[in-house]
């Protein structure tokens, strides 16, 4: 028989964290230092203010992630494909991780995760949450079909989560 915790308040946070790519790959030492230390202030930062689930932007990763960190939170970042400004993931406390269903990317500015989380008289209730990393006005004005493909995307996914319940979290500046 399998203890599962009844959680009691799921905290929610959006981060435009402004690059965070993976260590190994960087071209210098400093580059490399820089990166691992950045990773481990985003992690204290999480642990300090009590963070479950943190939607990431603007993390300009160029490959798939999906990593067990140190003290249990797991981070998934998402291949970007169509440029160097965007990136998406999710950093995910250890309390969590096993009532994570699944993890998608639907392009470089959304992402979701699928939940199943134990309610209090038995049973699950579903969540989905989207992080979505809307244009800035400025690139808005100068790309509005973007700007449209990426509404249409992050629309279709908060609609369909709707019907299971959801949280949407992210930057929109439109």
């Known amino acids: 028989r399998m203890f599962i915790p009844v959680l009691t308040i799921l905290t929610i946070a959006s981060w435009n964290v402004r690059g965070l790519a993976k260590p190994s790959n960087a071209p210098t030492d400093t580059v490399k230092y820089e990166r691992i230390l950045k990773r481990a202030l985003l992690l204290g930062d999480c642990v300090r203010y009590g963070l479950d689930i943190v939607g990431l932007q603007e993390t300009k990763c160029t490959s798939y992630e999906n990593e067990l960190l140190p003290n249990g939170y797991r981070l998934i970042l998402f291949d970007q494909v169509e440029c160097r400004h965007g990136g998406v993931g999710f950093l995910i406390a250890a309390r969590i991780c096993d009532f994570v ?59 369909s989560a709707c019907q299971m319940g959801s949280i949407c979290c992210g930057r929109y500046e439109l």
């Open 101 to 159: 269903v699944s993890a998608e990317r639907v392009s470089d500015r959304v992402c979701y995760i699928d939940l199943s989380l134990p309610l209090r008289g038995g049973g699950f209730k579903k969540i989905r949450i989207v992080n979505c990393y809307g244009y800035t006005s400025v690139r808005a004005l100068e790309s509005p079909r973007k700007v449209e493909r990426f509404l249409r995307g992050s629309d279709l996914h908060i609609q």
